[in-house]
């Protein structure tokens, strides 16, 4: 069964320092998502992405928050300057029929910031 | 603005009892209502789904949830609860249409007593 796959499910970095978390969506979805969930709290919504644009962002995904699709198959989510409050579990999903918002996810990263 | 609120945060049951868990919702349009389970280091697998039609939904694993409207609620439920139902479950509402954000309920916390 086609399944989102993540990588690396766990990524330790320093403060200030760049992290890329990687995403390979269901193969013919056309819908990505990152959502994000710090210990604890609940999961929310940070960007969704269709025909190589944003269609919908959070508050909490602000300039120090990026996400590409470089290739046909990775979906990335990039934060510029971590920060401390940046840890958490961050899940990717992706949908592929347009008229239903059946959204599948991926394991996770834990991203961990010190 | 659209939320979730599941009203408990931990549940125990013991193994072959009966289960209802509870999430109310609030959101200005006709919600599309979904359950998800996480079980520990895993993603979020969908349960169920609700759209329109028949208020009482059935999905995997032998659960099942009731939408109602009037009381704005999405419970889901299960007759006889296995070991291996022990995980979180989460409540979330959304647009129908793909490229919107899902809005996720804290989560409750189930454990099955042997």
């Known amino acids: 069964e086609p399944e989102v796959t993540q990588t690396p499910s766990h990524q330790v970095t320093q403060m200030g320092q760049e992290v890329i978390l990687r995403c390979v969506p269901i193969s013919n979805h056309l819908y990505f998502y990152w959502y994000r969930q710090i210990l604890g709290q609940k999961v929310e919504f940070l960007v969704s992405?269709?025909?190589?644009?944003?269609?919908?962002k959070s508050e909490i995904f602000d300039d120090q928050f990026s996400v590409e699709r470089p290739d046909g198959s990775n979906f990335t989510l990039k934060i510029r300057s971590t920060k401390l409050e940046d840890s958490a579990m961050y899940f990717c999903?992706?949908?592929?029929?347009?008229?239903?918002?059946?959204?599948?996810f991926g394991p996770g990263t834990r991203l961990t910031v010190l | 603005a659209q939320s979730v609120t599941q009203p408990d945060i931990h549940i125990t049951v013991s193994e072959g009892a009966s289960l209802e868990l509870r999430c109310n919702y609030s959101?200005?349009?006709?919600?599309?209502l979904f359950w998800y389970v996480q079980s520990p280091g895993q993603g979020l697998q969908l349960l169920l789904k609700?759209?329109?039609?028949?208020?009482l939904v059935q999905g995997i694993k032998g659960f099942e949830a009731e939408f109602k409207r009037s009381q704005s609620s999405f419970n889901l439920r299960k007759p006889s609860v296995h070991w291996s139902d022990a995980a979180e479950y989460f409540c979330a509402v959304g647009a129908r249409n793909a490229g919107n954000m899902l809005t996720f309920g804290g989560g409750t916390r189930l454990m099955v007593k042997p």
């Open positions: 609700y759209f329109s039609g028949d208020t």
């Open positions: 959101y200005g349009a006709t919600p599309y």
């Open positions: 992405f269709y025909n190589n644009e944003i269609s919908e």
């Open positions: 999903a992706s949908s592929g029929d347009g008229a239903v918002n059946e959204q599948f």
